[in-house]
Each structure stands twice: as structure tokens, then as C-alpha cells.
Antibody, heavy 119, light 115 residues
């Protein structure tokens, strides 16, 4: 069974940093592109970043470019999101999501981890 | 102007059909895009429903009932998610998504109420 479990969320002050993790199991992690998608409280979905299976291709939404860094460790079956210079508008539930084998859509999602940026 | 625009809410009766629209910004031609649809229920992550570009390029998500289908309205420059035979369990938020300029872009979502 495919499982994605996020961790690392919490309360952080504006300008601060946080590192999210996503532990994957139930599939060959190194064969799939992975993503972070966020959802502000009561709002819609926003794609944040994507990383290819071998980390060769990395993409970011304009809203986080230069502040967030996505990475993965295929030996540990883990996905990461390093978030720096956090702003109030980064407050959201952050989901880890797997791409389908052709990289078209998100076929599995974690339950999410809440990041709150507030003084 | 947002890349994808969805009506914020829609209501329909059980057993009826609901047509959820996803309008692409002017200058972005719906005919060239695959449109992906997701369903999200309160307290849960989204779930993939289907993809539609044309009748020859479409895909149903695993386990998704056939009463969920996709189409397009080229005159309105919009993708459409059609849900027939509405059931109470279809009450949820629905999001469309496209690939645009190497980024995934979501619409703002439509809250579907079945009453």
C-alpha cells in the first residue's frame, strides 16, 4: 500500500525557516517524481514544487522561488522541503504528492502537515 | 486574471446532473491542454478523478465511477466536469488543474452542494 507521511510542520515566526519531510513507503520511491502542494486555511490548492525521480529536474512556483528548496533522498525513501524567509502567506497545510508513472497527475497524497507563520 | 477560473459554488439535487466549469484565461486555448480534475472532501487530501483533453485523449482515475466525465466547451474556452446521477457523497470541493509554463496550475475550486 502506498503511504506518504509528512512531518516537520509547526509554528514559526516570519522570516524563520522550517524543513518538511515526507516518508514514502509501499512503492519504488526512486522511480517516481514527487511534489509539494499546499492549501491555506479555507482556501484552494497551490502547487509548490516538483522534483524528478533522480533530482535532475526541479521546478518551483513563482511564489516560493528563491526561498524554498525541494530535495529527496532515494536511499531513505524521503522527500524534503526546506522553507526559508517564511511569510504569513506561507501558512498552509503542506501535502506531499506522488506523480503517476508518466508525471501527469498526482495519484497519491499524504495527509498533510500544517505550517503556521505568525509572530 | 487567474489562469483558471472556477465558480466558487454550485448546488444541485440528488439524482440530477452537475456541470462544473473551469475557464481558461483569455489567450490560453483550452484545446491544447489536458485538464485534470480532483475531488476533495473536508479533512481529507484531494483525490484524482480524471483527465480530459479530447475524446481520444482522456483517462478515468482508478476506481472513479463512470458518472464522472470530462468534456470541453471550446466556445467558452472551458473544461467541464460532468457528474451525473448526483449522490450525497459527491458533496465536495472540486479543482481543475493544467500544466502551464512548466508549472502545475490549479483553479480556485468549486464547492458542490447536493441538496
Amino acid at each position: 500500500e502506498v503511504q506518504l507521511v509528512e512531518s516537520g510542520g509547526g509554528l514559526v515566526k516570519p522570516g524563520g525557516s522550517l524543513r518538511l519531510s515526507c516518508a514514502a513507503s509501499g512503492f519504488t520511491f526512486s522511480s517516481y517524481s514527487m511534489n509539494w502542494v499546499r492549501q491555506a486555511p479555507g482556501k484552494g490548492l497551490e502547487w509548490v514544487s516538483s522534483i524528478s525521480s533522480s533530482s535532475s529536474y526541479i521546478y518551483y512556483a513563482d511564489s516560493v522561488k528563491g526561498r524554498f528548496t525541494i530535495s529527496r533522498d532515494n536511499a531513505k525513501n524521503s522527500l524534503y522541503l526546506q522553507m526559508n524567509s517564511l511569510r504569513a502567506e506561507d501558512t498552509a497545510v503542506y501535502y506531499c504528492a506522488r506523480d503517476d508513472r508518466w508525471g501527469n497527475y498526482f495519484d497519491y497524497w499524504g495527509q498533510g502537515t500544517l505550517v503556521t507563520v505568525s509572530s | 486574471q487567474a489562469v483558471l477560473t472556477q465558480p466558487s459554488s454550485l448546488s444541485a439535487s440528488p439524482g440530477a446532473s452537475a456541470s462544473l466549469t473551469c475557464t481558461l484565461r483569455s489567450g490560453i486555448n483550452v484545446g491544447t491542454y489536458r485538464i485534470y480534475w480532483y475531488q476533495q472532501k473536508p479533512g481529507s487530501p484531494p483525490q484524482y478523478l480524471l483527465r480530459y483533453k479530447s475524446d481520444s485523449d482522456k483517462q478515468q482515475g482508478s476506481g472513479v465511477p463512470s458518472r464522472f466525465s470530462g468534456s470541453k466547451d471550446a466556445s467558452a474556452n472551458a473544461g467541464i466536469l460532468l457528474i451525473s446521477g448526483l449522490q450525497s457523497e459527491d458533496e465536495a470541493d472540486y479543482y481543475c488543474m493544467i500544466w502551464h509554463s512548466s508549472a502545475r496550475v490549479f483553479g480556485g475550486g468549486t464547492k458542490l452542494t447536493v441538496l
